[in-house]
């Protein structure tokens, strides 16, 4: 978890670089999806993205690390999860688009020459009260910590409440248990 904290922080260093760069090629990391022959590694960040999407919360400056349908910027959640995929074809955007391209002067300005249905027309009302910001870096906030930042503990206790206890661990871990043993049981038990 804390590498896909990393990536979405943009954290200085070249493996962060190289991810933005090879893997996600200018696309929100929501948008990735998993290929065939990836590594088991990067598997395992995207798989991940079911439990750390919810928990990470994007903060609005200048729009220019922001994806505008994936990212949790707007009040109600992702875009894309609020009003579906069909508003991106509607809207006259695709998966690329970042805040910024409806942001100018500090004002929202919206594609012309669309026809406006009804869902275009709930979302740009929706957006009114939502003033955009143009000062600053955008940002990304841990929404389980109150500064906002990663920590390992918070990560941990969203992971095992999402994961409950087995009925057998109390096979696998009692007082006094031989920890090599109770690994070679808790492969057993997992296996069945």
Same mark, same amino acid.
């Given at each position: ?75 109600? =959640? ?12 509607? $809207?006259?955007?695709? @998966?690329?688009? +970042? *805040? ?35 000062? =600053? ?12 930042? $990663?920590?390992?503990? @918070?990560?941990? +206790? *969203? ?34």
């Amino acid at each position: 978890m804390k590498h896909n904290w990393n990536i979405f922080k943009k954290n200085d260093s070249l493996w962060i670089v190289w991810v933005h760069v090879i893997k996600l090629k200018n696309q929100s990391f929501w948008a990735v999806k998993t290929p065939i022959d990836c590594s088991w590694f990067w598997r395992k960040l995207l798989i991940l993205w079911g439990i750390v999407r919810p928990t990470i919360e994007a903060v609005a400056g200048n729009g220019k690390d922001i994806f505008l349908w994936f990212d949790k910027w707007y009040p109600k =959640g992702p875009l894309l999860d609020v009003y579906g995929a069909d508003i991106m074809k509607k $809207f006259g955007s695709n @998966t690329s688009t +970042k *805040l910024e391209s409806i942001i100018q002067d500090g004002e929202w300005i919206w594609p012309t020459g669309r026809k406006r249905n009804a869902q275009v027309l709930e979302l740009i009302e929706s957006l009114k009260p939502c003033v955009p910001i143009v000062n =600053g870096e955008d940002d990304f906030k841990w929404i389980h910590e109150s500064s906002g930042q $990663f920590t390992t503990a @918070t990560a941990m +206790k *969203l992971l095992s409440s999402s994961m409950g206890k087995v009925p057998w661990f109390h096979v696998v871990c009692f007082p006094k248990h031989v920890p090599r043993f109770s690994f070679i049981l808790w492969l057993v038990c997992k296996i069945e």
